[in-house]
């Protein structure tokens, strides 16, 4: 996969939050300030979905002394979507390194989502100390041999959450593993190129900045057979902030965290929470809604901000 | 003993310490510090987190291992066979160090 260069990732960094909704036509996009939702209420066959990232239950640093609250605010602004979001996908990450209650915390938040149904996958932070035995006894029922990992299809679209934190070794990168890989391609045999595919993951399909483990290292052989449909949306977390890429049909997006930003790749010594006045965080943390309309292939995918 | 320590460590040309019970390494910035610290046998290597990130200290061969370290947690091991430690952050697996048990 290619690596990000500077002048791209200038122009994804200028994207940040700024609540813009995103199409592509021709390959070029375009961006236009979010149209109040019940513009497009009317089109038949319309809906939407909401990415929550990062949660990091158990965090407490300069940027967020509460995550939860954030969480709770991030959970009012979904409640207030008009239409209602179809479903919820957790990317990853709801724990801060396992810290014992958290998985609680964040059921117990979530469980007032008014939605039909919250999938997850999980982050490293929710497998590095057990191998991912709590989270999978909470999450695996009903995902791929129970190993987490799982596809469900909604109004004609494919959706599939990837795990690739369990192989979380090495340099630190993301990795799907054989298994996974294998699995996918058979999951994808049956669908026609015209069906819209949405893969989410916690840690990015594409090398966003791999000298900080912002990648993962087998995307490629994944990626590789999503390459003949038409309309296809990566949705990550991992390294709590906005940033969009477009490589031929597949459009990749990272969402922001609900607890704490990270910093832009490479302008910090190191990856982590950015230690920064809460007031500034709020501006860098927040809630992705997509929303898929039939008849216009790239998902709108539009980030809002708590500040 | 003292002396030998010393002897030995100045040796090896890598952080300095003496025969003291007790040494620290601090992680900051996704490093431990020092990286590669050597110790005469007996010491025990504490530990502390100063990121607001955990990060744990997991020997690279099973020998020890600590669970997540929040923001200022300590974690304390005792070495009493001589040899050389690897350990890493099981979180961030990049982080890599060593102590050096004489």
């Given at each position: 996969?290619?690596r990000?260069?500077?002048?791209?990732?200038?122009?994804?960094?200028a994207?940040?939050?700024?609540?813009l909704?995103?199409?592509?036509t021709g390959g070029?996009l375009?961006?236009r300030?979010?149209?109040?939702?019940?513009?497009?209420?009317?089109?038949p066959?319309?809906?939407s979905?909401?990415q929550?990232?990062?949660t990091?239950i158990?965090?407490k640093?300069?940027?967020?002394?509460?995550?939860t609250?954030?969480l709770?605010?991030?959970?009012?602004r979904v409640?207030?979507?008009?239409?209602?979001p179809a479903?919820?996908?957790h990317?990853g990450?709801?724990?801060?390194?396992?810290?014992?209650g958290?998985?609680?915390?964040?059921?117990?938040?979530?469980?007032g989502v008014?939605?039909?149904?919250i999938f997850?996958?999980?982050?490293?932070?929710d497998v590095f100390?057990d191998g991912?035995?709590?989270?999978?006894g909470?999450?695996g029922k009903?995902?791929?041999?129970?190993?987490g990992?799982?596809?469900?299809?909604?109004?004609?679209s494919?959706f599939?959450?990837?795990?690739?934190?369990l192989?979380?070794?090495?340099e630190g990168?993301?990795?799907?593993?054989?298994d996974?890989?294998e699995?996918l391609?058979?999951?994808l045999?049956p669908?026609s190129p015209?069906t819209?595919v949405?893969v989410f993951?916690h840690?990015p399909l594409?090398?966003?900045?791999?000298?900080?483990?912002?990648t993962?290292?087998?995307?490629?052989?994944?990626l590789v057979?999503?390459?003949?449909?038409s309309?296809v949306?990566?949705?990550?977390?991992?390294?709590?902030?906005?940033?969009?890429?477009?490589?031929?049909?597949?459009r990749?997006?990272?969402a922001m965290?609900t607890?704490?930003?990270?910093?832009?790749p490479g302008?910090?010594?190191a990856?982590?929470?950015m230690?920064?006045?809460?007031a500034?965080?709020r501006?860098m943390i927040?809630v992705?809604e997509?929303?898929?309309?039939?008849g216009q292939?790239?998902?709108a995918?539009v980030?809002?901000t708590?500040g | 003993?003292?002396?030998v320590?010393g002897?030995?460590?100045a040796?090896l040309?890598v952080?300095?310490?003496?025969?003291?019970?007790s040494?620290?390494?601090?992680?900051?910035?996704?490093k431990?510090t020092?990286?590669?610290?050597?110790?005469?046998?007996g010491?025990?290597?504490?530990?502390?987190?100063h990121?607001?990130?955990p990060h744990t200290i997991?020997?690279?061969n099973?020998?020890?291992?600590?669970?997540g370290?929040s923001?200022?947690d300590?974690?304390?091991?005792a070495?009493?066979?001589?040899?050389?430690y690897?350990y890493?952050?099981a979180l961030?697996?990049?982080?890599?160090?060593?102590?050096?048990v004489?």
């Open positions: 996969m290619d990000i260069d500077r002048r791209g990732f200038m122009e994804c960094m994207w940040a939050g700024t609540g909704v995103w199409v592509s070029v375009s961006s300030v979010i149209a109040p939702a019940a513009a497009a209420e009317a089109t066959g319309r809906f979905f909401v929550i990232s990062d990091h158990g965090f640093g300069q940027a967020n002394g509460d995550p609250a954030t709770q605010q991030v959970v009012d409640n207030a979507l008009q239409p209602a479903f919820v996908l990317t990450d709801q724990t801060h390194g396992q810290k014992a958290a998985f609680d915390t964040v059921a117990e938040i979530l469980k008014k939605t039909e149904r997850y996958v999980p982050g490293e932070h100390l991912g035995q709590e989270y999978l909470r999450y009903g995902t791929v041999g129970g190993r990992w799982q596809s469900f299809d909604y109004k004609g494919h599939v959450g990837l795990v690739n934190v192989k979380y070794k090495g990168m993301g990795a799907l593993g054989e996974q890989i699995w391609e058979r999951d045999a669908l015209s819209p949405v993951s840690v594409w090398a966003v900045y791999p000298q900080w483990g912002w993962t290292e087998d995307a490629g052989r994944a057979h999503l390459k003949r449909f309309s949306t990566v949705l990550n977390g991992h390294i709590h902030q906005v940033l969009q890429k477009v490589e031929g049909n597949v990749f997006h990272t965290s607890a704490f930003p990270q910093p832009a302008t910090a010594p990856p982590g929470p230690k920064i006045a809460e500034d965080a501006r927040g992705t997509v929303t898929y309309v039939p292939h790239p998902l995918v980030d809002s708590l | 003993m003292k002396i320590a002897v030995i460590v040796l040309a952080a300095h310490v003496g025969a003291a019970s040494v620290a390494v601090g992680i900051e910035e996704f431990f020092p990286p590669v610290l050597a110790v005469p046998v010491t025990t290597v504490t530990w502390i987190n990121d607001e990130e997991t020997s690279a099973g020998a020890f291992g600590s669970t370290l923001h200022e300590t974690f304390a091991q070495f009493i066979r001589p040899g050389r690897e890493f952050c961030h697996p990049h982080m890599k160090a060593i102590v050096i004489k």
